[in-house]
């Protein structure tokens, strides 16, 4: 995986190639006498996507025509994500082969995985949000149409309007569309603050971060198979990637936010243990893990935020270690669940690997941050700690014998995705070893504290999952209900304001309709209708209206 | 110098005349064929319809390079009756033009077996002849004269099919249009007494008179704005536009879409910028009130809209809502607003013709009407609710359709001139039409299908198009139309920095505005 530096040429197109490809296939779909060919290409159209992340060289493509002028850029952080991107819908794509046999689905999987994939390459927030809606607004029919996909749908409609108004903003100002520029504005702005605000909940909504995780785990949980994949992935190139590519990492220190990132990362990771531990659903408990992640991960860039010299390091790490926490966790998703009796340590040693290569990943981001700070902030430790045990949680499958087994096709699936993601770390080492050879005098004694949170908290975890098992369940989503309470009562005041209007009309136009009747049986009024109708009326009526009019009209 | 003082051609001194005159004399012939003489109808208004393509597309190559088009008939002593062309009318005029090909199309497919048809087309002809008339204006008799032949026109449109709904219907539209006509009329003549001419010209023609008649000025913009606010569905004066849904599909789109909606908007964007100047309108403090009104119909439509299970009825207070738009992006004084403002007329016309020719399809196909029965209809007419899936999108604003360069545009006018309570409008805005839109798309397409349509209806005919799905979903005359211009609604968003776009074609019409000396 190489540093940024575009190639001209055709290169320079291969890009292009990846969200076109699926789109390719969906026109291909219109016609019949390929249709079948389609359909079975289908579960493999991110293929294209993965063979780019790996070997295309680094690339921009501007496309000034399109939308508001758009590029696509194949960078280091893009890569990453692209091949992590490309191997969850991959995954989501074996276990919907079946499904897919009805081009109505095919039309909605093609659409979102072009905007997923679309997204690791977006330079631009216009062309983020457009790759964004593109990726979720089929993702809620893949996902089922139920309630968890339904809020999720309401909350990016929000979450984009809020990213929209921020963009118009930073645009006001005098900020060009690119991230780099929109970055550079932001820190310089004094509006920073709101700005950061508005950027942290359109995207922080998208990543499912600990406050704006109410749409997570009750997708998650109701999701079939096929989505898990699609949905994780939503999560890291929607969410975690925009963030990345926005804040200003390696400019000016910005300790209000830093510490505002730091703070959130553990105020998430202690509301993410309380709920998620408390979790009926396995892979609810998860969706919690999911997030308890994105906190500490908003958490890493706060760090880099507040602190510029470690931002260098974790601008290096960040990309891959997304990449590899996103494999685990769908991993994790896909092995979460009841295993019957046969087969019941197989699927726990796959859950317990899953979450392994999600530590991996986390202490993969955190090693240079250790190395490189005097001191690790300690809501960063305390966040790991609880990352550490909703992973430890998360790998323990339930042993009810009465639930249904997690299905072959799943595991197998999740197999994969492990694999895939073991490999990915073998490649992410020598681009560890040359950030950790960059930091000046770096110092294991950091990290161990960091590995102790982490593997400690994850053993807790594993143990307290099994303790807590007969306790009270909390509903997936736990602020929803607050909320679908608000909202139903917010259409309760509309409908009612809706019926009052409506009386009131109704009144008005009663009234009215009294009058109009009123008149109409006038007889006075009848008969001065009848002197109208006249000829000789009418015509002198109306030169005196000719008259009046070339009066009032003569000039002066 | 400027191009458009340049001299021109004779021959093109008809151009602008051979527009009215490719689908007035259809519209009178189509009057007297009989109802079997179904082809040549057809013919003759398929025939006006590309002709009058051809003509404006002339028009378009010409005003690029620096052509000017006007016709001057002598009317009164001191007021021609003048028909101009320059960028802001091209820009209505390639709207009403191709979007009365495409419908006429789909009212063809869709008045198929219907009665009187002859009397139909004749109007819907002499409809656009009106519209296109308006697009022309050159001074505000002309505008006027025009705008009333509208009112003429559409009415038996509206009261074609004859029931007591319609009647009903027609008389509130008259009601409400003559009013307006007579506000309309009133002020331009006291305009014309104060100024002595109504030539519309740029940066308007009453600046030489603002400071010494500021009211008189202000009560004139009063009653034209409300003249024209009428048909642009300004609340409060949008009670007929809900009401005329009993219309047949064809004119519901065509007069949501082209002709009387967006000739009442068109209205308020001339008074604004060619007859008080958009920054004269503001030192005499006029576009403050305009934009207030606008902001309060953009949210009133919307929430109606929420409570409507009648899909046209839903669509009709989504224009009210929409429209208003238009007026917001004038009244907010600033080129970047303007641009957001002049272009939305054509992407809101291209989306809402999408959704009222689906209405119609839904309807005609199945007798669904209202959006408690769509349940599952996306299974059964995948290819009209993919367009009404399209064009509903659009209207939420979400990219890459047209809706969302329209509302990024207005966005940032708001904030350049310094304002930031319509941003919050927009944003509240695209809340509701999510909020009223979101739950048909999910109803079509993620619910259970009804049982009375779930299959082929007896008697249906499959057509070339709806056999690829190997179902039959409807006949293609009434599936082409919502097909392409719902593919327009995507290809102007996606394609908006492209030369010749509309928003390309705004921006050139709001420097015009702005910037030129």
């Known amino acids: 995986m190489n540093a940024v530096g575009a190639e001209a040429g055709l290169p320079m197109l291969l890009p292009a190639l990846v969200p076109l490809w699926p789109l390719a296939l969906l026109v291909a779909l219109i016609f019949p006498p390929g249709r079948g060919l389609v359909l079975r290409l289908t579960p493999w159209a991110a293929l294209p996507a993965l063979l780019v992340a790996v070997a295309a060289p680094p690339a921009v493509l501007p496309l000034p025509r399109l939308l508001l002028g758009v590029s696509l850029r194949l960078d280091t952080s893009g890569r990453w994500l692209l091949a992590a991107v490309a191997l969850l819908w991959l995954a989501g794509g074996w276990l919907a082969r079946g499904w897919l046999c009805e081009p109505r689905r095919a039309v909605a999987f093609l659409l979102a995985m072009s905007g997923a994939l679309w997204l690791p390459l977006a330079s631009d927030l216009p062309s983020t949000l457009t790759a964004s809606v593109l990726a979720a607004y089929p993702l809620y029919g893949l996902l089922g149409g139920r309630r968890g996909s339904r809020v999720l749908l309401a909350s990016v409609v929000v979450a984009d309007l809020l990213l929209l108004e921020a963009t118009l903003l930073l645009v006001q100002a005098g900020a060009g569309l690119d991230f780099e520029a929109l970055g550079e504005a932001l820190v310089e702005l004094e509006s920073r603050n709101i700005l950061f605000a508005l950027l942290l909940l359109g995207f922080g909504t998208k990543a499912g971060l600990m406050g704006l995780h109410y749409w997570l785990a009750p997708t998650m949980a109701e999701a079939p198979s096929r989505a898990l994949g699609p949905a994780t992935a939503f999560v890291l190139a929607a969410g975690l990637l925009p963030l990345l590519r926005l804040l200003p990492l390696g400019g000016p220190a910005w300790p209000l936010a830093g510490a505002a990132l730091s703070w959130l990362a553990l105020v998430g990771g202690v509301w993410a243990v309380a709920v998620g531990l408390l979790q009926a659903s396995p892979r609810a408990r998860t969706a919690y893990a999911l997030s308890a992640l994105s906190s500490l991960w908003l958490g890493l860039l706060g760090l880099g935020l507040a602190v510029p010299a470690s931002s260098t390091a974790l601008i290096g790490v960040l990309p891959s270690a997304t990449a590899l926490f996103g494999l685990g966790v769908a991993a994790l998703l896909l092995a979460g669940g009841v295993s019957g009796r046969h087969g019941r340590h197989e699927a726990q040693a ?173 007889t006075a009024i009848d008969g001065a209708e009848k002197r109208l109708r006249r000829w000789s009326i009418a015509t002198v009526l109306l030169l005196i209206l000719g008259a009046a009019v070339a009066l009032l009209a003569r000039p002066g | 110098m400027n191009p458009l003082l340049e001299p021109q051609l004779p021959a093109d001194a008809l151009l602008p005349l051979l527009v009215l005159v490719s689908s007035l004399v259809p519209g009178l012939v189509v009057f007297f064929l009989g109802e079997k003489r179904v082809r040549t109808r057809m013919l003759l208004n398929l025939g006006g319809a590309f002709l009058k393509l051809g003509l404006v ?149 009453v600046s030489e008179i603002a400071d010494s008649h500021p009211g008189e000025l202000t009560a004139i913009f009063a009653l034209l704005i409300a003249g024209v606010g009428v048909k642009a569905a300004l609340v409060p004066l949008h009670g007929w536009l809900p009401r005329a849904m009993v219309a047949p599909a064809p004119v519901s789109a065509l007069l949501h879409a082209v002709a009387v909606v967006k000739a009442g908007a068109f209205g308020v964007v001339l008074i604004v910028y060619d007859v008080f100047g958009v920054e004269q309108a503001a030192e005499l403090g006029l576009t403050g009130p305009l934009a207030l009104v606008a902001g309060v119909t953009i949210v009133y439509g919307s929430l109606r809209a929420l409570f409507q299970d009648d899909l046209k009825r839903r669509l009709a207070f989504s224009t009210v809502s929409q429209v208003s738009y238009i007026v917001l992006g004038v009244a907010i004084v600033g080129p970047l607003a303007s641009v957001g ?48 899936t399209i064009a509903a999108l659009g209207m939420i604003g979400v990219p890459p359709i047209a809706g969302f360069i329209s509302k990024w545009y207005l966005g940032l006018g708001a904030l350049e001139a310094g304002v930031h309570w319509p941003l919050y409008v927009l944003t509240a805005s695209s809340l509701l039409n999510a909020a009223y839109f979101l739950p048909i798309l999910q109803a079509a397409w993620l619910r259970e299908p009804d049982a009375r349509w779930a299959e082929p209806m007896p008697g249906a005919q499959p057509s070339p198009i709806a056999s690829w799905w190997s179902r039959p979903e409807t006949r293609w005359l009434l599936l082409l139309p919502p097909l392409v211009t719902a593919a327009l609604s995507l290809l102007l968003g996606l394609f908006a920095s492209m030369p010749f776009s509309a928003l390309e074609w705004s921006l050139l019409i709001a420097e015009r505005e702005f910037y030129y000396p």
């Not at chain 1, 197999?415 to 005098?441: F, K, Q, Y």
């Not at chain 2, 003048?82 to 820009?91: F, T």
């Not at chain 2, 272009?343 to 209405?359: D, E, P, R, S, W």
Request: with cysteine.
């Open chain 1, 350 to 522: 796959l859950a317990l690997l899953s979450a392994l290569l999600a530590m991996l990943a986390v202490l993969g981001a955190m090693l240079p941050a250790a190395a490189s700070s005097d001191v690790l902030h300690w809501p960063i430790m305390g966040s790991l700690a609880c990352v550490g045990i909703m992973l430890g949680a998360s790998a323990r499958l339930p042993m009810d014998a009465e639930r249904r087994p997690v299905p072959g096709p799943d595991q197998r699936t999740a197999a994969l995705l492990v694999a895939s993601g073991l490999c990915l770390a073998l490649v992410a080492i020598p681009s560890r070893v040359e950030v950790l050879l960059t930091v000046d005098a770096w110092s294991v004694d950091p990290v161990i504290p960091a590995m102790t949170a982490l593997f400690g908290g994850g053993g807790v975890g594993f143990a307290a999952a099994a303790a807590l098992a007969r306790w009270r369940r909390v509903p997936a989503g736990d602020l929803l209900i607050l909320i679908e309470r608000a909202i139903a009562g917010l259409v309760v005041a509309f409908d009612q304001l809706g019926a009052g209007i409506a009386v009131w009309r109704d009144r008005f136009q009663g009234v009215t309709g009294q009058i109009a009747r009123g008149i109409a049986e006038q």
């Open chain 2, 57 to 205: 597309a002339w028009m378009i190559w010409g005003v690029v390079h620096g052509q000017r088009y006007e016709v001057r008939l002598p009317l009164l002593d001191d007021l021609d009756l003048v028909l101009r062309v320059g960028a802001l009318s091209l820009l209505f005029l390639v709207l009403s033009a191709g979007l009365w090909l495409v419908t006429t199309v789909y009212a063809v497919g869709y008045l198929e077996q219907a009665p009187h048809r002859s009397r139909f087309f004749g109007f819907f002809s002499l409809c656009v002849t009106a519209t296109v008339g308006v697009a022309m204006a050159g001074n505000l008799l002309t505008f006027v004269l025009f705008f009333e032949m509208l009112t003429l026109t559409t009415y038996p449109l509206l009261v074609h099919r004859g029931t007591e709904a319609a009647r009903q219907a027609g008389i509130v539209y008259l009601a409400h249009t003559v009013l307006a006509g007579v506000l309309l009329l009133a002020g331009t003549v006291w305009l014309y007494t104060l100024t002595g001419t109504l030539t519309f010209a740029p940066r308007g023609f």
């Open chain 2, 341 to 388: 403002g002049i272009v939305h007329l054509v992407h809101q016309g291209i989306m809402k013709i999408t959704l009222f020719f689906c209405a119609g399809n839904l309807a005609e196909t199945l007798g669904i009407h209202k959006i408690s029965e769509m349940n599952g209809v996306g299974r059964r007419m995948p290819w009209t609710m993919g367009a009404f």
